[in-house]
């Protein structure tokens, strides 16, 4: 095994670079894993084109470190751990893993009541240098991590997709559906599938889809949606009103992280209905709030990470419950990340993007060029 490896690295905004850095080497009850596939998410767009949240520009600090592996949706096999590491885990060489992708300190008041997810150091995997991320050939899994066993079964891609659907399950837990309920989930997209898939398993009366491309209004279909909506030529309003004797769906679940999608899903619950945002938006939005108090007395619920929902993500992907085929629409090698971030900026061309680090690499590109520079050309 070489000691060096491709990786990319953040040196800023707009400014992620694939390097050689030495393969990181694991200590005690950490495990060195070789990176299969890693998927590119929304957030990891909105960081690389410097989104406030990330930058420290906008009202709360930074969320991202300088030299930094991007990359917090993955799978890999592991190839070096020890004894500490195969107890806690239950895991060995050879088996393929992923972990998910907040590493808990397991100190904090968060952490201290179960509800890991809101960590108070909070180190994603791809955002903190204690925790590198995936667009690498190596990457390791600190002692901390939480991991989880995956059949070897499945394209790696499929097994990566974990992490969105675990995220999007949280989501559907938010929402508490009962069997009764009229559920509409705005966006179709990685999460917004993986809601659907998760929101069908509750088997309430309608589940319904909304987007405005109609390629992932079809696969909303094959996730569950027994009605699915174009947002630009259907009237969401009126179809949901004369499912509800006009009352307005029961639960409304924000996968678009778009602003248009709040006023939308406040418009279109009932009165005392359920509103779940998992959105990343990337500038504030604005709503009048009476509706949610003297209108409609709303329950407003946020979502963040995939809490407690990694196995049943892992269970329904091994299940093929969702058309994973279709839903992981592009792979590319590592040193293609560029292109693979501008398609996930072009919503409309893919589902999910993902690098695979141990695929072979066509002969051009970034790692071309540092290839060159190595050399000294
Ligand atoms: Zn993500
Ligand atoms: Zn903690």
């Known amino acids: 095994m070489s000691s060096t490896m491709q990786a990319v690295v953040i040196h800023g905004r707009e400014d992620y670079r694939l390097e050689r850095i030495p393969v990181p080497v694991p200590g005690p009850g950490e495990a060195l894993v070789k990176v299969q596939a890693v998927g590119i998410c929304a957030s990891d767009l909105k960081c690389f084109h410097g989104a406030p949240m990330y930058w420290g520009d906008g009202p709360i600090p930074p969320n991202v470190d300088l030299l930094v592996t991007p990359g917090h949706e993955f799978v890999g096999e592991i190839v070096t751990i020890d004894d500490l590491g195969r107890q806690r885990w239950g895991v060995d060489t050879g088996d393929r893993v992923v972990a998910e992708q907040i590493v808990p300190c397991w100190k904090c008041w968060f952490c201290r009541r179960g509800q890991y997810w809101m960590c108070a150091p909070h180190n994603i995997f791809g955002f903190r240098r204690s925790v590198n991320g995936a667009m690498a050939e190596y990457m390791i899994y600190p002692a901390d991590a939480i991991v989880h066993k995956v059949s070897h079964d499945i394209p790696a891609a499929h097994a990566a997709f974990a992490e969105p659907l675990s995220c999007a399950l949280h989501a559907v837990e938010r929402a508490s559906i009962g069997f009764g309920d009229v ?101 504030p939005v604005t709503v009048d709030w009476t509706i949610i108090s003297d209108v409609k007395e709303l329950d407003v619920l946020g979502a963040h990470l995939g809490p407690y929902c990694w196995p049943t993500a892992i269970s329904m992907i091994e299940a093929k419950v969702l058309p994973l085929d279709r839903i992981c629409s592009h792979q590319l090698p590592l040193n293609d990340f560029r292109a693979g971030i501008d398609l996930v900026g072009r919503g409309d061309a893919s589902v999910k993007v993902s690098l695979l680090p141990g695929a072979e690499s066509p002969p051009w590109g970034i790692n071309d060029r540092h290839r060159r520079r190595a050399r000294g050309h």
Do not use: W
């Not at 027994?226 to 009237?235: G, S």
């Open 183 to 283: 559920v509409v989930v705005a966006g179709c997209g990685p999460i917004g599938l993986g809601m659907i898939a998760g929101v069908r398993a509750k088997s309430p009366a309608h589940v319904i889809a909304l987007d405005h491309i109609p390629e992932k209004l079809d696969l909303a279909a094959e996730c569950g949606a027994d009605i699915t909506l174009n947002v630009d030529t259907d009237n969401a309003e009126s179809v949901v009103r004369d499912l509800t004797e006009g009352y307005g769906a029961d639960v409304y679940l924000d996968a678009t992280g778009h602003p248009s999608a709040v006023p939308q899903g406040l418009n279109l619950l009932r009165k005392l209905g359920r509103y779940v945002e998992y959105g990343v938006f990337g500038s």
